[in-house]
């Protein structure tokens, strides 16, 4: 229905008089609106909390909850505290190369398991100053919050021009010459996938040299004074995301640059660890990072050298000395780390970010060094790979746990991937048993 102000009556007068009430009416209420959107109480401003170092665990991330923009702000906000996560069930994916990265998550949603760990490359992504290059980055974490699953980035390997006062002619894997830079890098990471990603794991194995290939070799001082700088850009900006201390590779030693007695390039992971309690690295992390590759050993066996395997063709967990030393098993290796953090006074869980058993049956091949992956069969990949998780559980002193890895077959390298035998699928796409004893294992 139609009006007309002719129908009304009104007079020349009384109209004037109704249109300034109009007009009086269409100001308030336009004022109304904007104090509710921007005045004082609104909630539109996030203010972002420094970080101090504590000792204390911070509440684990959930999956980012979507928020309704308001026309006030497009900020992103910090992921939301979930009630509290006693055991996360994760695995490892390569999100570039190894498929469609939707149908990638669709297989970890069919696992049942709630993490994913994405390798992150800072080399890759900033290949020149201020250059970005998230590429293949951005679309895990869409698939990934798309298909509810949370995100772990393990970022590692600085650009070679963040480190270029040492290179030898055997250039690997290291952190930066200053290391507040990695920091910086960080706080970009962050800033880009606030409230989408849910852990980030400061480095790897940086007792090697492979990781860390600095003048000095390998040094635990100096990588906790790189995870302090992390934790604090990390903290600053999203307090809820669970800061991993890089894992350790067990390992011997210490070995040393032949052509340097005084550079260590393999330091013991037991010995790095404890100089990294002395350093109070523990201020630093909400998780101990840690990494076991169970090589030919069951995971219940102890590295007493009680365990027998006569036809195994891998000897090296019954070669001299003996008893074998702990980074042969991965029951030792995990329960001496937690030894450790608890002889130091704290009860800091660990995050186990790489395990598994590889196993090269089905393949034409193996990698060069991994012959255990000959006496390992597939039925014993999928048995030792869900009672692993099942006892990590069990401890009750691990908070995530990580298997090592999806779809590293898919990456076209071939059977002398080292990386390959792990993987729950094989070169042709097929699951192998492993894949189905995973998602029909019992996840509490």
């Known amino acids: 229905m139609s009006l007309s102000y002719s129908n009304r009556g009104l007079s020349g007068k009384r109209l004037y008089v109704a249109v300034a009430a109009w007009l009086i009416l269409v100001l308030a209420g336009g004022f109304c609106t904007w104090y509710g ?5 609104s909630g539109s401003d996030q203010q972002a909390t420094d970080a101090t170092p504590t000792g204390e665990a911070a509440t684990p991330t959930a999956e980012a909850t979507a928020v309704p923009p308001t026309p006030a702000t497009t900020a992103v906000l910090p992921t939301i505290p979930p ?3 006693v055991f996360g069930y994760g695995i490892a994916i390569h999100g570039a190369g190894g498929g469609d990265v939707d149908y990638m998550m669709g297989q970890v949603e069919s696992l049942g398991l709630g993490w994913v760990k994405q390798q992150v490359r800072w080399a890759d992504i900033e290949r020149s100053p201020g250059q970005m290059e998230w590429g293949f980055y951005d679309w895990v974490v869409d698939a990934s919050n798309q298909h509810g699953i949370k995100v772990m980035f393990s970022v590692v390997d600085a650009p070679s021009w963040k480190r270029s006062t040492y290179l030898d002619e055997n250039v690997e894997g290291a952190p930066p010459d200053n290391l507040a830079d990695l920091a910086d890098f960080l706080g970009i990471v962050v800033d880009r996938y606030r409230g989408r990603i849910h852990a980030i794991e400061v480095w790897n194995e940086q007792n090697l040299d492979r990781e860390w290939d600095t003048a000095e070799g390998v040094n635990p001082e ?12 990390i903290k600053s900006r999203d307090p809820n995301i669970i800061v991993i201390s ?9 070995f040393t640059d032949p052509n340097n007695p005084n550079r260590v390039t393999v330091m013991d992971d ?10 109070s690295f523990l201020n630093y992390c909400d998780c101990v990072g840690a990494h076991h590759n169970g090589i030919n050993i069951p995971p219940d066996a102890d590295c007493d050298g009680t365990y027998q395997d006569p036809d195994a063709q891998f000897r090296g967990y019954w070669d001299p000395p003996q008893p074998p030393h702990h980074s042969w098993c991965f029951k030792t290796t995990l329960e001496g780390y937690h030894d450790l953090i608890v002889a130091a006074g704290s009860d800091k869980p660990l995050c186990v970010t790489e395990f598994g058993w590889g196993t090269a049956e089905g393949f034409d091949g193996y990698p060069p060094g991994f012959e255990f992956a000959l006496d390992n069969t597939l039925e014993e990949q999928a048995q030792w790979d869900t009672e692993a998780f099942r006892l990590m559980r069990q401890w009750g002193f691990v908070q995530l746990a990580f298997l090592w890895n999806l779809n590293f077959s898919q990456l076209g390298w071939g059977p002398e991937d080292p990386n390959a ?12 048993p492993a894949f189905g004893a995973i998602g029909a294992m019992e996840k509490p």
């Open 270 to 279: 037991f010995i790095y660890l404890q100089r990294m309690l002395d350093a």
């Open 83 to 85: 009630a509290e996560e």
């Open 421 to 432: 035998p792990y993987a729950l699928i094989d070169f042709q796409g097929v699951a192998r």
């Open 246 to 254: 890089g894992a350790l590779s067990p390992a011997g030693g210490p």
């Open 222 to 233: 100096r990588y906790v004074e790189m995870l302090r700088l992390a934790y604090q850009a």
């Open 37 to 41: 959107w921007f005045g004082p109480g």
